[in-house]
């Protein structure tokens, strides 16, 4: 605090600068934060950015929301009932329906998603003839890619439900499956069975993208700063030592146990799908042009977005890159 000191009628007084003062009893800046799904491993970096006092420390008081299955993230953020949502490749999509929003940060460098087959698929390869089980936003994300990268043919895709006894009593079925999750329930009642990465196959996009709205960013770019090196810092705390997040975790979604949670976070170390990729050099949260128009092509050549969409609209860099310091 600068002091400054004045002498007047014999006495020394005292004056603290008005405006560092103020800087000392400043509210935190406020953020909702709106997850795409119940509390789990893969929002453990914000977690425990909130249950180390990492938000604090860094002047933010995020309220994280927790969405689920009939949470729309986009309508959220678009009536600003959220500042900054979990999303996926649709961000661009979403700027070829002219939405003012703008991807921040991509935690996951490598989309966890994937597939698991049975024993008697070796390869991604070996997925022609399968029954495939693919949700609904698989239709419009990673099923063009592998539909295309392996000629595979569209009558194969089934509608998936989450739920798992379909795959499991179906020897010639496939379904879609999270690295960290589902994968963990398969082994236990299959061990033989196999899981695939799309990432590992190439599949460019990434995973768990932070988007926020133009207007954010406009109105407050030091806070999306700080949030954004404050959950980076989170999240590489989380890789870390885990215990603090996933107290808060099973806390919001009594469903979730120790089980699942370290097996979700050795998926993400072995996998490298936090610190693996550009965030080996760039920093966490990284992301690239180059992986951005990769996720473009893609996604004009399967005829999920049209060519003349500005691509390089969806996202900015400007906070990743002070992320990574």
């Known amino acids: 605090m600068k002091i400054q000191h004045y002498v007047g009628k014999g006495r020394l007084t005292v004056i603290a600068s008005a405006l560092l003062f103020s800087s000392f009893t400043q509210a ?15 929002q453990g970096g914000y977690y425990q950015a909130l249950a180390q006092g990492i938000y604090k420390k860094y002047s933010l008081d995020v309220d994280i929301k927790i969405g689920g299955p009939q949470v729309n993230n986009m309508t959220l953020l678009l009536s600003k009932r959220a500042d900054i949502i979990n999303y996926d490749l649709q961000v661009l999509k979403g700027i070829e329906s002219n939405f003012p929003i ?32 693919v949700s609904t936003s ?16 569209a009558a194969q895709a089934r509608p998936y439900t989450f739920n ?19 994968v963990l329930q398969a082994k236990k009642a299959e061990p033989s069975s196999n899981f695939f990465l799309f990432a590992d196959a190439g599949y460019p996009a990434y ?21 954004v090196q404050a959950s980076m810092e989170g999240w590489k705390n989380y890789l870390a030592d885990p215990k603090l997040g996933n107290a808060v975790i099973k806390k919001e979604n009594p ?9 979700a976070v050795d998926q993400m170390r072995k996998r490298n799908l936090i610190d693996g990729g550009d965030a ?4 966490v949260g990284v992301m690239t042009d180059a992986r951005w ?27 990743v890159n002070t992320a990574k310091k």
Request: aromatic letters at 12%.
């Open 207 to 227: 995973g768990g993208i932070l988007v926020t709205r133009n207007d954010v960013i406009q109105a407050k770019p030091d806070v999306l700063r700080r949030f």
């Open 28 to 42: 935190a800046d406020k953020l909702v934060l709106q997850t795409t799904w119940y509390a789990q491993a893969e």
């Open 102 to 133: 703008k991807a921040i940060a991509a935690p996951f460098q490598f989309d966890p998603q994937g597939i698991l087959t049975h024993s008697d698929v070796k390869s991604l390869a070996d997925l022609k003839g399968k029954t495939i089980l």
């Open 164 to 182: 798992m006894q379909p795959f499991l009593a179906g020897k010639n079925v496939a379904q879609q499956a999270y690295a960290t999750s589902e």
């Open 280 to 283: 080996k050099k760039m920093g």
């Open 255 to 263: 469903n979730m146990n120790d089980e699942l949670l370290a097996f």
């Open 293 to 319: 128009k990769a996720t473009r092509d893609f996604m004009v050549s399967a005829g999920l977005l049209n060519a003349k969409t500005n691509w390089k609209s969806a996202y900015t860099t400007q906070f």
């Open 138 to 153: 698989g239709q419009a994300s990673w099923w063009p890619w592998l539909k295309g990268k392996y000629h595979l043919n």
